[in-house]
Nanobody, 124 residues
């Protein structure tokens, strides 16, 4: 089992940037594919981005391509999400998730481990 703790959320103006971090508890961090999801008010949780175990492959939802960057540092058991040009509609709780598999990265039920989430609020 792995515990995940997100940080870096906060209040930012439209067009601004934030960098989220997710620290994992296990030294076998590099055996997990990692992803970020988000859930806005009254909305379902949706996939944002994912990164492969070694960090060489990344995946993004169409809505964030070109603005968000996911990365990981396996030496520090941490995954990051750099978010640029943020929009008010991206106000949400952002969750970090981990899984052992590698396919169908955007499917929420494929992830066994979840953090508690960090709030991101984008003001207009």
């Amino acid at each position: 089992q792995v515990q995940l703790v997100e940080s870096g959320g906060g209040l930012v103006q439209s067009g601004g940037s934030l960098r989220l971090s997710c620290a994992a508890s296990r030294s076998t961090f590099d055996t997990y594919s990692m992803a970020w999801f988000r859930q806005g008010p009254g909305k379902e949780r949706e996939s944002v981005a994912a990164v492969s175990r070694g960090g060489s492959a990344t995946y993004y939802s169409d809505s964030v391509k070109g603005r968000f960057t996911i990365s990981r540092d396996n030496a520090k058991n941490t995954v990051f999400l750099q978010m640029n040009s943020l929009k008010p509609e991206e106000t949400a709780v952002y969750y970090c998730a981990a899984r052992s598999g590698a396919t169908n990265w955007g499917i929420r039920t494929n992830y066994a481990y979840w953090g508690q989430g960090t709030q991101v609020t984008v003001s207009s």
